[in-house]
């Protein structure tokens, strides 16, 4: 177990290099940080002998300190409520690339995984590799039954190492929430626990095979979008092998034009996807950004990198498509219902003043153009009250808003004309009323009655077998607990309590003494 010393020395280490680019300033600042914390800020960056005024570098900041740091930083930059705007849109443009590690390493980590020489997988595999991340490095590759693919390899030790820092991480963020106030609110440890989540899904290269496998089936009805099909007989913990994509990256546009692809079929295409895996499925692509897109000779688009999928479940996919139609729509009063039916919003609060709240975030979008509302803003207008009604945080819907604003952007650069209400209206429109109408409600009740009757027999037994039948003797009454002279427990006898009851004594009276207590 890692002692307190050691989470404070590395928490020191890394403070020192985020106050030497001026990436603590922010909380410095923030009045809404926890003094304590805001004087360890300042401390570091005293140390530092660095000023408050000049560039804030979070991104390079993070890139500095490792692997697990970036990581992080990109999940951070989902978080505006927590890190500030300024860094969460610093933190956007944080690239996930590492320097390679030397190829003898990886093909000695594909060897000892499979357990065999590497010829015995692969007739080629380029030593050089198209790309290197913080996690794994890709290699591109041929099966010895002559297939392309890409050959995905963990970087050795990546995992010990991630291990290492998220239990600083953890410790840090249970220190920092429990400095109570606005940080309490922001649930820090969460944010921790659902980073961890998401990294030991990427660190196991099996589950994001999985993934890859099971929204390929959910967008199989859907034209012009694919995922590569994985090799399960070269896929384990630390090897994943996936079909190889010649197409064009989506970045680059002017590639694209050459190629004579339509931009507007494409960016419909792209949202249409999105919101077939967010709001259908609900199950999507989290890291849906340019360089995890391609484009095929047939303007098919094609996904890779699925280590950050999202997930809700269809109650909640309900009240977001609601939220949003009644923002778009100007119904205020049902928004805020929705809010505090979802228990987003404690229940102390007013949903008139909340709804009020809303109508500021939604009138002046309203009045202009449609094709010039913005997902992001809108989603960023919502952030804004949220800590006047003390919304707790919702990472689940915090991840599809990252998504969604990264679709809104490729589309947007495929075609600036894109109106994205426009284009995702149909679809959404259709979903509300295919889940929220009147066919929906009484399907709805006509499965939960039938399960609930097919319940009972089951719930009928566990009663009998609970409160049988009385019969025979009558049953006796309670009868109160004596403790015996003879118990021990834990092996401790009566000088082991008396010893127990003397150190308890000695403790409260020196909390006592020194004012910690009464």
């Known amino acids: 177990m890692t002692t307190s010393a050691v989470h404070l020395i590395r928490l020191a280490r890394w403070g020192v290099t985020l106050a030497r680019r001026r990436a603590l300033v922010g909380i410095e600042n923030d009045p809404n940080a926890p003094v304590a914390l805001r004087q360890l800020v300042r401390l570091a960056r005293l140390a530092t002998l660095t000023g408050k005024n000049g560039p804030r570098d979070y991104a390079g900041a993070f890139r500095a300190i490792g692997p697990a740091a970036i990581k992080l930083g990109q999940s951070l930059a989902t978080r505006p409520d927590l890190v500030g705007e300024e860094a969460a849109n610093n933190l956007l443009s944080l690239q996930d690339s590492l320097p390679p590690v030397p190829f003898a390493q990886i093909k ?15 007739s080629e595999i380029d ?5 290197a991340a913080s996690i794994a490095q890709v290699h591109k590759a041929v099966t010895t039954e002559g297939r392309k693919v890409a050959v995905k390899v963990l970087r050795p030790g990546i995992r010990e190492k991630f291990a290492r820092d998220i239990t600083t991480y953890e410790w840090a963020a ?25 990294t030991n899904s990427e660190l196991d290269l099996r589950r994001e095979a999985a993934s890859a496998s099971e929204l390929a089936e959910q967008m199989a009805g859907v034209s012009g979008y694919r995922i590569p099909g994985i090799d399960w007989d070269r896929t384990n913990g630390r090897v994943m092998t996936i079909e190889w994509i010649d197409g064009i990256k989506i970045s680059r546009v002017d590639e694209l034009r050459t190629r004579g692809h339509d931009f507007a079929a494409l960016s419909e295409k792209l ?7 967010a709001i259908s499925a609900g199950f999507f692509h989290a890291d849906m950004h340019q360089g995890n897109l391609f484009v095929e000779d047939d303007g098919t688009i094609v996904a890779i990198d699925f280590g ?3 997930r809700i479940d269809r109650r909640a996919r309900q009240w977001l498509a609601e939220i949003l139609y009644g923002l778009t729509t100007g119904n205020y009063q049902r928004v805020a219902e929705i809010h505090f039916e979802a228990q987003y919003v404690p229940s102390y609060h007013s949903v008139g003043e909340f709804a009020t709240a809303l109508r500021a975030v939604g009138e002046p979008m309203r009045g202009k153009p449609v094709k010039e509302l913005s997902v992001g803003q809108m989603l960023d207008g919502l ?11 919702q990472p689940h819907l915090l991840l599809l808003q990252k998504t969604m604003v990264m679709v809104e952007g490729i589309a947007t650069q495929l075609n600036p004309d894109i109106n994205m209400w426009d284009t995702a209206a149909p679809y959404v429109r259709s979903w509300i009323r295919d889940e929220l109408g009147p066919e929906a409600a009484l399907a709805d009740r006509l499965k939960t009655d039938t399960e609930t009757l097919l319940r009972l027999p089951g719930l009928i037994r566990r009663l009998e077998e609970k409160y049988p039948p009385k019969g025979g003797a009558p049953e006796a009454p309670p009868l ?11 092996g401790r006898g009566w000088l082991g309590y008396v010893l127990s009851g003397l150190a308890g004594a000695g403790a409260l009276w020196g909390a006592m003494a020194l004012g910690w207590i009464g």
């Open 271 to 277: 949202v249409i996807s999105f919101l077939t895996q």
């Open 480 to 490: 109160p607990h004596i403790p015996l002279i003879t118990d021990k427990r834990e």
């Open 174 to 198: 249970a220190h920092v929430e429990a400095m109570g106030g606005e940080f309490s609110r922001l649930r820090p440890r969460l944010t921790i626990a659902n980073f961890k989540r998401w």
């Open 108 to 122: 000695a980590a594909i060897e000892s995984s499979f357990g065999q020489p590497i010829e015995k997988l692969f």
């Open 308 to 310: 950050i999928m999202g």
């Open 383 to 393: 952030f804004a009250i949220t800590r006047d009604f003390d919304m707790q945080t």
């Open 127 to 131: 030593p050089e590799p198209v790309g």
